[in-house]
């Protein structure tokens, strides 16, 4: 989750977080009791996503076996056109790499098939 390049939902924006994470103290009998604290760490909230893909190559995250697509195939294949897809190859071209997973979608429309 991150605010500088996201697909316009709400719920990736720091303000959705603070007050998700005010509800969850409010409903939650460790919070109304004051026994515990809720807190909703978001450490990528405030990096683009080319510095969130730099960040996991540096951790050495396999990217080929993850996804970031809303509209996989039936076997999980990347549509490699919602808005997380396109983020996901934008992050990657920047880092001058190209995503293991591939633009499936893009790839699929130039060879004229349908999902």
Not at 7 to 17: A, V
Request: hydrophobic content about 35%; overall charge neutral.
């Amino acid at each position: 989750m991150n605010a500088l390049d996201y697909s316009g939902y709400p719920d990736c924006r720091p303000e959705f977080i603070e007050a998700f994470e005010k509800m969850a103290n409010l409903a939650t009998k460790a919070g109304v009791e004051g026994r515990q604290a809720l807190k909703i760490h978001t450490p990528l909230i405030a990096l683009t996503k080319a510095q969130i893909i730099q960040k996991g190559l540096e951790l050495g995250v396999d990217y080929a076996l993850t996804s970031s697509c809303y509209d996989p195939s039936a076997t999980g294949k990347p549509c490699g056109q919602c808005d997380s897809c396109v983020l996901r190859q934008k992050g990657f071209k920047e880092n001058g790499i190209e995503d293991p997973v591939g633009n499936t979608g893009i790839r699929d429309q130039a060879l004229g098939i349908r999902r």
